[in-house]
């Protein structure tokens, strides 16, 4: 069975300050990887999407990035957080284009 | 321009009766819609999804009806009980896209 694990569960950062979020995905070889974010009671936002190791896509700017470092492990990171950056953010996998599943996500606060 | 509409933004319902929660959508070519069940602090589950060459998808008490003529499709859910209160989002996704689209959520309380 595949399983996806996200960390850290919660995070309190300042303003200005670097992120690293993490995202490993087992059970399950050359995945397709994707980046969410979703505001307090919002809706989900795709942030990035990777079909495989070393290749990432964009599909918002909001001055993050994102690495696919090896086939099952997604990074989400920015040098300088803002305070617009605080939500949910979701690591999701997918066989093919369709099925999206999703892990249980890391909250980020910005102060 | 929202390209997936959820209706209503909230609904409650007595336990034991039918939830039906509406989505419509604006672009011709998605053909796969998912709809995803999520609760407070955590990720959203997949739970049923429906792809434009069928009318209806069943599993369970949960069932999709699809109108790909207005573009509209709703999830019924039968014999509603108090662990079905949740936020309920239908997405949308293109063929061979790696892009699923959202709509706002539904959020259903049911009262036991």
């Known amino acids: 069975a595949q399983t996806i694990h996200q960390w850290p569960v919660a995070e309190i950062k300042a303003v200005g300050s670097p992120l690293s979020l993490g995202c490993t995905i087992k059970?399950?070889?050359?995945?397709?990887l994707y980046w969410y974010w979703q505001a307090t009671g919002g809706t989900l936002q795709q942030l990035f999407y990777?079909?495989?190791?070393?290749?990432v896509e964009s599909v918002v700017q909001l001055n993050l990035s994102a690495s696919r470092p090896k086939d099952d492990q997604f990074i989400l990171s920015t040098e300088k957080l803002l305070l617009s950056h605080s939500g949910f953010y979701l690591c999701?996998?997918?066989?093919?284009?369709?099925?999206?599943?999703f892990g249980k996500g890391t909250r980020l606060t910005v102060v | 321009q929202q390209q997936v509409r959820q209706s209503p933004q909230s609904l409650t319902v007595w336990e034991g009766e039918t939830a039906i929660l509406n989505c419509s959508y604006e672009?011709?070519?998605?053909?796969?819609f998912p709809w995803y069940q999520q609760f407070p602090g955590e990720g959203p589950a997949l739970l049923i999804a429906?792809?434009?060459?069928?009318d209806k998808k069943e599993d369970g008490r949960f069932t999709i009806f699809f109108n790909k003529r207005e573009k509209k499709l709703s999830l019924h859910i039968t014999d509603s009980q108090p662990g079905d209160s949740a936020t309920y989002f239908c997405?949308?996704?293109?063929?061979?896209?790696?892009?699923?689209?959202f709509g706002q959520g539904t959020v259903l309380s049911v009262i036991p």
């Open positions: 429906i792809r434009s060459v069928s």
């Open positions: 997405a949308a996704s293109e063929g061979g896209n790696n892009k699923l689209t």
């Open positions: 990777s079909i495989t190791v070393g290749q």
């Open positions: 999701a996998w997918s066989r093919g284009t369709q099925e999206v599943f």
């Open positions: 672009n011709s070519a998605f053909d796969y």
């Open positions: 059970g399950k070889s050359s995945p397709n």
